[in-house]
């Protein structure tokens, strides 16, 4: 009895101790891990991606950009359409700007595919719907998502307008392959939402977009897909908005997108 | 009070165990669910709400609905809820304990659920819901524990929980407000863009809540000795058809802008909702089910003959909650995905796993239910020997 007793006040105050003492060490931990962003880091004041709706014909072109996305941000590959999780991906342009269609739209036209992702809007209904600030905009424009706050209420794909959300039904990966994944992206569990960032960590270490990178690589395909400072006038997505007719997915909806295609 | 509920007949046993079975069989499919993730069920990525969801938004109605019996009796001092009044608070109780169950059984990650309060948004309606929620459960437990614990002593109520009472009359209008903003500010679904889904959703709530609290009450009082009343019980059955009326009359309203105007976005979910689209019509037969129950429920309620027949009252009752449910429940949220803001028609069908977690939620709630109104024939029974 006495023994139990003991044992218990004992861990009782460790417990008390050791909470005393967490705030301050969990304080201490985050401040060391708050680091400056580092001076190579790419800046903007809006973020977008001019998509060239041509470009996008090109079966390279797609795979390139949507195989660097993913695997440079852990995506699984499902095959189940209910359950698929996808970054930028081919969508035919009927269903893309379906508000362009006309009954007399070529079939071959509407069959185009164009490559679609998050439009980063300006006034993202995803963040206004989102109950925990697990997805927000940055003042760069990044519409970003923490995947690790997020609670799965999959508010923000019934407010997205554009299909550009995936949610984990289930599991990405096994433990087996979780091993496996080459690149630093945060892995993630079941039950949350995520989708495009406009690849913010690899801006912050002064490098493109990861779509942008590897389709640059493909003969003739430098303007395929641009990514650029539209607060810069001077910028090459300044400069293709103003010389060419570029158009967004739904703008009447005043959501804002900052992914413009090229005509 | 509560030891009331620990004595109890054969037939309060049985009710019991049966709630219970259905408890676990919720249980044990929920933990299917929790270990293998939402992939159990119909949902998609095109389809993000849908069985979970739809029973929230019907049961947010039956909680909302005890307005009808305490707004008479507390604001209009119409005694005949007198003894009405204690049930319907009691249902107001299990229906928002469902509603907080199906957000949880919804939830990808629900052991993050709290991180809603933890990160208090206020541009969220889902935010707003679980507040409003939760502070009417609150209101309800509050206001049923004073005022039936001063009428068991056969006291008057203590004179602070009138403004409390006054609050809750309100505050059961936004509650069903809240859950249509949830869905009526979006521009992505057009479907449900319409400034007559809050007043629609608390004219049908009106109908389906106090129609349930009819049968409730006949139930009562054909097994126990505590009665009622019937003139409370035809006090409801008006209401009833007043709010079926109004409630079809809002959905006519919606229909005629929705297809008048001719838009496509908007006409397209119409289409898919009554005649199917692209070959897809999964809802087609369930959506004129429920109007053709609709519309039955209401012409015969207004033949007061009809109303005043209690063999056919619950009957009818059971038309208007069946008719509802398809209507706001299933129609209502899952049409709003269908077709896709791309325009592709990808259909829902709710799994078996998905019904069985639901059968567990309302099996939990009726247990509350089936508790609670123990306690309130017994205390009534005392009173009326």
Same mark, same amino acid.
């Given at each position: 009895m006495d023994d139990s007793r003991r044992n218990f006040l004992k861990v009782a105050g460790c417990s008390l101790l050791g909470a005393a003492w967490g705030?301050?060490?969990?304080? &201490?931990?985050?401040?060391?891990?708050?680091?400056?962003?580092?001076?190579?880091?790419?800046?903007?004041?809006?973020? &977008?991606m001019v998509v060239d709706l041509k470009s996008c014909e090109r079966d390279d072109i797609r795979a390139a950009a949507a195989e660097a996305c993913h695997r440079e941000h852990n995506v699984p590959s499902i095959k189940d359409v209910e359950d698929e999780v996808k970054w930028i991906w081919s969508e035919d342009y009927a269903h893309t700007f379906p508000t362009e269609m006309h009954t007399y739209t070529d079939v071959a036209l509407r069959k185009k595919p164009v490559l679609v992702l998050c439009n980063h809007c300006e006034r993202p209904p995803c963040v206004r719907v989102c109950p925990t600030q697990a997805t927000w905009r940055r003042a760069d424009g990044i519409v970003m998502m923490d995947m690790h706050r997020c609670i799965g209420c999959r508010y923000c794909m019934v407010a997205c307008p554009y299909g550009s959300r995936s949610f984990n039904f289930k599991e990405p990966w096994s433990t087996e392959e979780r091993k496996k994944l080459s690149s630093d992206f945060?892995?993630?569990?079941?039950g949350v939402v995520e989708k495009c960032n406009f690849c913010a960590e690899r801006?912050?270490?002064?490098?493109?977009p990861a779509c942008v990178e590897a389709v640059r690589q493909l003969p003739d395909a430098e303007e395929a897909l641009v990514f650029g400072d539209l607060g810069d006038s001077s910028s090459q997505v300044s400069m293709l908005l103003r010389t060419r007719h570029g158009i967004r997915r739904k703008p009447n909806l005043g959501t804002g997108p900052q992914v413009y295609y090229l005509v | 009070m509560l030891e009331n509920a620990l004595r109890g007949g054969k037939r309060y046993w049985s009710l019991l165990a049966l709630w219970s079975a259905l408890i676990v069989v919720g249980v044990v499919a929920y933990l299917v669910q929790y270990n293998r993730g939402l992939t159990v069920t119909g949902l998609s990525r095109d389809v993000p709400w849908g069985f979970y969801i739809a029973q929230l938004t019907f049961l947010v109605g039956v909680a909302a609905s005890a307005v009808m019996v305490v707004l008479p009796y507390y604001l209009h001092n119409f005694k005949a809820f007198g003894k009405m009044v204690i049930l319907g608070e009691f249902l107001a109780i299990s229906a928002v304990v469902m509603c907080m169950l199906f957000v949880f059984v919804d939830m990808g990650q629900p052991m993050r659920v709290l991180n809603v309060v933890l990160h208090p948004t206020l541009n969220s309606l889902m935010f707003w819901d679980l507040t409003v929620l939760s502070g009417y459960l609150l209101l309800n437990l509050v206001i049923a524990w004073v005022t039936f614990g001063a009428e068991r002593k056969s006291i008057a109520p203590p004179k602070w929980i009138k403004p409390i009472i006054i609050l809750s009359i309100p505050w059961a209008v936004s509650i069903h407000t809240v859950t249509a903003f949830l869905y009526s500010g979006l521009e992505a679904r057009p479907f449900w863009m319409t400034a007559i889904l809050a007043p629609r959703f608390?004219?049908?709530?009106?109908?389906?809540?106090p129609s349930l609290l009819i049968i409730l009450a006949l139930i009562v009082r054909r097994y126990t000795k505590f009665d009622p009343g019937k003139e409370a019980i035809q006090a409801l059955a008006k209401i009833v058809t007043y709010a079926m009326t109004v409630n079809i009359f809002f959905?006519?309203?919606?229909?005629?802008?929705?297809?008048y105007s001719d838009i496509p976005e908007h006409t397209h979910h119409f289409q898919y909702l009554f005649f199917g689209l692209h070959g897809k019509n999964a809802l087609v037969p369930w959506m004129w089910t429920s109007q053709l129950l609709a519309l039955t429920a209401a012409v015969l309620l207004m033949f007061p003959g009809v109303r005043r027949?209690?063999?056919?009252?619950?009957?009818?009752?059971?038309?208007?909650?069946?008719?509802?449910w398809i209507e706001k429940g299933l129609g209502m949220v899952v049409t709003g995905f269908i077709p896709s803001p791309m325009e592709k028609v990808i259909e829902y069908n709710p799994t078996l796993l998905e019904g069985l977690i639901t059968v567990g939620g309302y099996g939990i709630g009726f247990f509350i239910l089936t508790v609670l109104y123990k306690i309130a024939i017994s205390i009534r029974e005392k009173l009326e020997q």
């Open positions: 705030v301050p060490i969990v304080r &201490a931990v985050s401040k060391s891990f708050t680091t400056e962003a580092a001076p190579e880091a790419l800046r903007a004041k809006q973020w &977008a945060p892995t993630r569990c079941k801006l912050a270490l002064g490098k493109p | 608390l004219a049908s709530a009106f109908a389906s809540g959905v006519m309203v919606e229909m005629f802008t929705g297809l027949n209690e063999g056919f009252l619950p009957v009818i009752c059971l038309a208007v909650i069946v008719a509802i």
